[in-house]
């Protein structure tokens, strides 16, 4: 079976994020978490660990169980690498190449198929500049999940939902064929 590297962003979706990991381990893929400072506010270590029975780096030097850096050992063993929720913080490091955490470390060194779920609330969304990083994180050939419409964290419906755990399952399916 692939294994899967999924990488969590600082948004309340996170906990969606938990059932994908949930579903990819119980179709009995090799999975693998990697999370942002903001995403650990969000939802514990603890709870992917247990999902997937494997530690959850504590970041970029976290060395004792990576000797070469968790960027690198991870990135080597994945075949698929999804970041859900992709922030717009993360969009836009993605975008223009930085580095300054595990989780943007990784993705520059990362060389297989790249997905990207991105969440947020409405007016973020529909900013222009976050529009034009999800166009250029494109263009460098990352795979979209779309968000969707409805209700939000922030009391609002409108776009900007992260897609449902089954429709990001489907992509990765799709995307290791």
Not at 24 to 43: N, W, Y
Not at 72 to 99: Q, S, Y
């Amino acid at each position: 079976m692939p294994e899967i590297l999924i990488g969590v962003g600082g948004g309340v979706s996170a906990y969606k994020t938990a059932a994908l990991v949930s579903r990819l381990a119980q179709d009995g893929h090799g999975v693998s978490v990697v999370m942002t400072e903001a995403a650990r506010r969000f939802i514990g270590a603890a709870t992917f660990s247990a999902l997937t029975g494997r530690s959850v780096p504590e970041g970029s030097f976290d060395l004792a169980e990576h000797p070469l850096g968790p960027h690198i050992e991870l990135a080597r063993r994945a075949d698929l690498l999804c970041i859900a929720p992709a922030t717009a913080d993360l969009l836009a490091k993605a975008a223009h190449g930085m580095a300054d955490d595990l989780l943007s470390t990784l993705l520059l060194s990362f060389t297989g198929p790249v997905l990207m779920a991105p969440a947020m609330n409405t007016e973020m969304w529909s900013k222009p500049a976050v529009q034009r990083n999800v166009a250029a994180v494109g263009d460098d050939g990352v795979r979209i999940v779309s968000p969707g419409s409805g209700w939000l964290s922030c009391r609002q419906q409108g776009a900007g939902r992260m897609a449902e755990p089954d429709e990001i399952a489907a992509a990765i399916a799709a995307a290791l064929e």
